[in-house]
Structure formats: C-alpha cells, structure tokens
C-alpha cells in the first residue's frame, strides 16, 4: 500500500457468526477512476466452480477453463449477463465480457450442483470475505465512499443497495462491520453429491475425443 493509499477493512456476519463469500464494495462519492482493460479466470474444478462468488468491474473478460477431464456446459440466464458454452473440455471456451451490471449465476448443464455467482460492479474497489467474514480492500485513494454488501443468498438486497454506508477514508485504515440475513443455503447453493465421482462415468464417455 503506498503512503497516500487507504485501507478498509470489512467484516460481515449473520447470526450464526462470521459469513464467507459476501462482497463488500465501495464507490466513490463524485467520478469513479477510469476503466481499464481487466481480465479473471473461473475455473472449472473437480465438478465445482471456483471461486464460488466473484466480484467484477463492469467491461471485464472472464476465461472459463475446464480443468476436469470431462466435458461442462456452462451456461447463465442472468439478465445481466445471458450466454451458453456447450459441451467442452480444455481451454475451448470463448471468454466471455461481462459488459452490464448487476447479478450472474452460473449454471452447468450437465451437473446440477455446478452453481458460481457474479456481481458486476461499476467499480475496482471490491473483495470478497474470506471463512472468518473479513476482507481488506487496499490501495484506495483517500475521498468519502458509499460502502455496500452483497451475498447470493441475502435478504433485502434491493434495501441494502439502497442505503449505503458513508465512509471517509484518509491514511489510516477504516473498519466497517455489516450484519446481515441469509436466506436457505439451498436458495443460492447446491451441496456436490458425495458420488458424484463414481455416477458420472458416462461424462468420461463424452469427452473422448477431446
């Protein structure tokens, strides 16, 4: 972090305690800084997305690699985001820019379970929360931000968007603490079947070849 940098730090909780894959983001308050060309990668691993929650600036290319030695079919219907890769392996894919605001879930066609969510934000400054709920955003340039948090499976998010926490950082470091509700983890999660290796060897058929 150089000298004239900030530093927030973020904590999210429910009731039950600390809450993993929440986003928190700040915007600044007056022109957001300039777009530049950014690039991430989701990966496709052991029939799992990863990493389950992203966070992304608006305009940035996503590359979507299938690191298994079967075939994926991702796919999202978000309004956000809408588009299909059929059935491959490998390093197949075209990425995919993720030009519009807002929410994306990720889907496969083929195991249900595959689920990964995407919020696309109109600003770099964003981090998602670790197991213990926290997360650090650094490098900020000093000014007054309005600081939100998101999770797939929050309630009250259209609220939550709607009233931001105002924060002015200089620098030393800020800490914000949000609490939050969650809706059944099986509204925004999906648990990976404990056979799901032995069950698929149809999916090792399909992807001979390839």
Not at 145 to 164: I, Q, S
Not at 168 to 175: D, G, I, P, Q
Request: proline share 6%; glycine share 6%; hydrophobic share 40%.
């Amino acid at each position: 972090m150089t000298a004239d940098a900030a530093e927030l730090r973020g904590t999210v909780s429910n009731e039950q305690g600390a809450v993993e894959n929440a986003v928190i983001y700040a915007i600044p308050l007056g022109s957001p800084p300039a777009a530049s060309a950014a690039e991430a990668i989701i990966d496709q691993v052991d029939k799992l997305y990863t990493p389950f929650v992203s966070a992304l600036r608006a305009g940035t290319t996503v590359k979507f690699p299938n690191k298994d030695n079967i075939k994926h079919h991702l796919y999202s219907v978000s309004k956000a985001k809408s588009f299909e890769r059929p059935l491959y392996t490998g390093q197949k894919a075209a990425p995919v820019v993720f030009d519009k605001q807002g929410e994306v879930t990720l889907g496969c066609n083929i195991h249900d379970w595959m689920i990964a969510h995407i919020l696309v934000l109109d600003t770099p400054y964003t981090k998602v929360t670790d197991k213990t709920g926290q997360a650090v955003i650094s490098d900020m340039p000093a000014g007054t931000y309005a600081v939100r948090v998101w999770h797939p499976g929050m309630k009250g998010k259209k609220k939550a968007a709607k009233n931001p926490r105002t924060v002015t950082l200089a620098a030393a470091a800020v800490e914000i603490d949000f609490k939050i509700r969650l809706r059944p983890k099986s509204r925004w999660w999906r648990e990976k079947p404990a056979d799901a290796d032995k069950n698929y060897a149809d999916d090792e058929r399909n992807s001979t070849g390839n």
